[in-house]
């Protein structure tokens, strides 16, 4: 029997498509994911070299595992991030990475299920990866969001962040609701800083007695 198609779902997904200099308003559906938590600077943080560290191979084992267990083959998905804080401030214009709190992601398609997931992390242990038992399965339903896509460092960020949190949302008559996402379309390691491109995301919601706006084009 011939195997199926590998699935990319980042080609397949509209939501893993943003434009650059501009904000679109997206709904996005209940989606599970590899999720790892922790606090800290990503830059130097151990916490944070822990979690990719895991959360990589887990990945590559379920993979592997769809492709021989169900003959679905398919591309592991980027790295994803939620980020927050105590003080919104802190990822314009205080950037305190020191203070933020972070879960990293990567998509798990519908198709498996947690005991495919145990699996995996089984297959990572076995072969000595650190920190497979604090990768968790979670389903984010983020909903109604703006998005938009920033080339450039992460350090850049700030100034993209200050339009969309100060004048783009507001403007739309929303509010923000959910966490800072962030999708990492570039692999950092391979990439110049100035040309890294990372969807930023933002869970927003309709001002009580309003209509959101739909972005201009």
Known sequence: MKSEAKTDLKRELASYRATRGRFDLITVPPRQYLMHDGQGDPNTAPAYLRALGALYPVAYALKFLSKRELDRDYTVMPLEG??????????????????????????????????????????????????????????????????????????????????????????????????????????????APEKLRTILRQPVEAVSGTSPTAPPR
């Not at 198709?111 to 145990?118: D, I, N, Q, R």
């Not at 350090?155 to 403007?171: C, T, W």
């Open 82 to 191: 939620l980020w927050w804080a105590d003080d919104p401030e802190l990822f314009t214009t205080r950037r305190d990475k020191d203070a933020w709190c972070w879960t990293l992601m990567i998509l798990v398609p519908d198709w498996l299920e947690p005991a495919h997931v145990e699996q995996a992390r089984d297959a990572a242990v076995a072969k000595g990866v650190d920190g497979v038992g604090e990768i968790r399965v979670g389903r984010l339903d983020e909903g109604l969001c703006v998005q938009t896509l920033h080339v450039g460092s992460y350090d850049d960020e700030a100034s993209v962040l200050a339009e969309l949190h100060d004048r783009v949302i507001p403007d739309r008559a929303l509010r923000m609701t959910g966490r800072h996402h962030e999708i990492y379309l570039s692999d950092a390691r391979r990439t």
